[in-house]
């Protein structure tokens, strides 16, 4: 009789299985990090789900309850600690969560979101697999992403706890402020590689000394 596998088993063999967009990466993310001053990291296998819905319908009421709330104009991320929700048009948003939220390491938040959805008009769909995240975070943060960013990126525009679609070195991104001085920017798996090696190549001159 074949054994069957216990769910720690079948969670272990999927984290083993997988390899992130820019996993290949890491060690230059590392060397190419400037403590203090700007430093890039890949944060792999969060769990997204993309949803459309009515927010004011009974549908959204339902959805919000299992996100903490959904975002009502651009710009906008609603959601308290580890599940946040981000805006991405009227009737479109991106739910965002640590990687044991998803169903297939234990968690429910695909089959929630589906479930409070139910048969009324909207949709729900995985796209964990669709993004990476890159944090991108330091004093000089702001100013790698100014070299490439068309959005007014000061504090007093684009604040903390702000998300919006944009393009970074022409590659369309999610970028997400997370604090005054960190941003999550969420590429297609696709252009992970390109975009990360563009914001390594942008940071390199915060490497060297300022020049008096």
């Known amino acids: ?28 993310f590392t060397s190419g990090s400037v403590p203090g001053t700007v430093t890039l990291t ?15 319908s009974d549908a959204g009421a339902r959805v919000a309850s299992v ?3 959904l975002p009502a104009t651009c710009g906008d991320v609603a ?3 580890s599940v946040n929700t981000l805006w991405l048009g009227p009737t479109e948003f991106m739910v965002v969560a640590p990687e044991e939220a998803h169903d297939s390491l234990g968690g429910s938040l695909v ?6 959805l139910g048969n009324d008009a909207g949709q729900v ?22 070299k490439t960013c068309a959005l007014d990126l000061h504090p007093r525009v684009f604040k903390a706890g702000t998300a919006v679609s ?16 960190s941003y999550r920017i969420f590429p297609r798996a696709s252009f992970a590689d390109f975009l990360g090696r563009w914001l390594l190549d942008a940071m390199r001159e915060y490497a060297s000394p300022e020049v008096p």
């Open 1 to 28: 009789m074949a054994e069957t596998a216990t769910p720690s088993e079948t969670v272990n063999r999927v984290r083993g299985a997988r390899r992130s967009p820019a996993e290949h990466l890491a060690e230059a």
């Open 42 to 56: 890949e944060i792999p296998y969060q769990a997204m789900v993309g949803i459309r819905v009515d927010r004011t």
């Open 67 to 69: 996100t903490g709330g």
């Open 79 to 81: 959601g308290t600690g």
């Open 111 to 116: 089959s929630d979101l589906t479930t409070a």
């Open 125 to 146: 769909v995985d796209l964990s697999a669709n993004r990476t995240t890159f944090e991108l975070s330091g004093s000089h943060a702001r100013a790698v992403l100014e």
């Open 166 to 181: 944009t393009e970074l070195a022409h590659i369309p991104v999610m970028l997400w402020k997370t604090s005054d001085d």
